[in-house]
Structures are given as C-alpha cells and as structure tokens.
C-alpha cells in the first residue's frame, strides 16, 4: 500500500546571516553532531507551469527515504501532500523526469500541468538541526546550491496566531532583523537564472 499524508503546514521563515546561525546554534546547543544532511530536487515544466502557480515540487532524499512533497498555496497556508518513493521512483524521476503514480501526480493534472512535461530544475542540499521550541518546531538550516551558501530560521507552529507572536519574539531576543525567505525553489530559481545571464 502507497503511503501517502496530507497536512497544512503553519510556518514563519527569516534569513539569517552566518553570524546570527552561528549564534542561535550556541544558544541551542546545536553541534555539528545535531545536524543532517538532505538533497531536495525541484521539478517544474520547462515553461515553469508550478512556479507559476506558486507550487512547488521536490523529492527530499535523507539518506534512505525518499519523500514526495507537493506544496500548494491554500488560504494563506501551504498544504502539502506527501508520497513516500522506493529508490527506483526516486531515480526515474530525478533521471527520467517520470512521474510515480498517486496523489501527487492526480493534483498536478487537476491544476491543468502536463505530468509529463515535468523536468528536473535543480538540487539544493540543505544541512539541518531541528528541535521542539515553545508549542511548535525551529529548524536551523544552512543551504548549499550551485555556489550560493545560506543561512535560515524556521518555525512550524500549530496555531496561526500565536505562531507569528513566537516567531516575532523570538526575532526580537536575539536582536535579529526580519528579513522574509523566498523558498528553496525559489533561491534556487534565482541562482539558476543569475549563472545563465
């Protein structure tokens, strides 16, 4: 049977500079120990058809899972539904650009995207620490992709309202600046575009 999960996702993102990481690290006892290592690769059509709908497309590989996220813009949150790949689906996907049966690949034809137009945009390789903080999650993640390095700051909350409130204090302690993170997909996009031209 198809594992296949779908949940709204509640989350506030900043861009940090390496000091700042650096710093929240120290202040959260995370070591280098505390950190894993996951590829995302981003798929979209040539005409880029999901950007264009703010929807975003990947497979996370950590290690020995492969997991299948499709991200949709849902009043004012992201839903985001999931598909747990076998080795072979990941390859032929990442390889091949062909799209594994399900969930995912029924809610890409819904949107009126040919599945089989998909191709691979890009990977990005994220190393992350992830630790419970006040009544969500905080994830401290350093991105790598093509020659861009960058620091971010995430907190999932489970409630919108007090989530920002968190998330704001929490900006504010530590002396930090807001500064709003395009996605992933997005800096990769960008970073993909700036080495062309």
């Given at each position: 049977m198809r594992r296949m999960t779908q949940e709204l996702e509640i989350e506030y993102k900043n861009?940090?500079?390496?000091?700042?990481?650096?710093?929240?690290?120290?202040?959260?006892?995370?070591?280098t120990s505390s950190f894993f290592k996951q590829v995302n690769y981003y798929f979209d059509t040539p005409t880029s058809a999901l950007k264009n709908r703010k929807t975003v497309l990947r497979i996370r590989d950590a290690g020995n899972q492969h997991d299948f996220t499709l991200k949709q813009p849902r009043n004012g949150v992201i839903l985001e539904t999931h598909q747990q790949l076998d080795d072979e689906e990941s390859q032929s996907m990442i390889r091949l650009g062909i799209v594994p049966p399900g969930e995912i690949e029924q809610s890409i034809t819904k949107m009126g995207v040919d599945a089989d137009q998909l191709v691979l945009i890009g990977e990005l390789a994220t190393k992350r620490a992830q630790f419970p903080y006040q009544s969500g999650e905080l994830f401290l993640d350093h991105s790598i992709y093509l020659d861009h390095n960058d620091y971010e700051l995430e907190y999932e909350a489970t409630d919108q309202r007090s989530g920002a409130d968190i998330f704001n204090a929490l900006l504010h302690a530590h002396s930090i600046p807001r500064r709003p993170s395009k996605s992933k997909m997005l800096r990769l996009y960008q970073a993909i575009q700036e080495k062309r031209s």
């Open positions: 861009m940090l500079t390496a000091e700042e990481f650096t710093t929240l690290c120290t202040e959260f006892g995370q070591k």
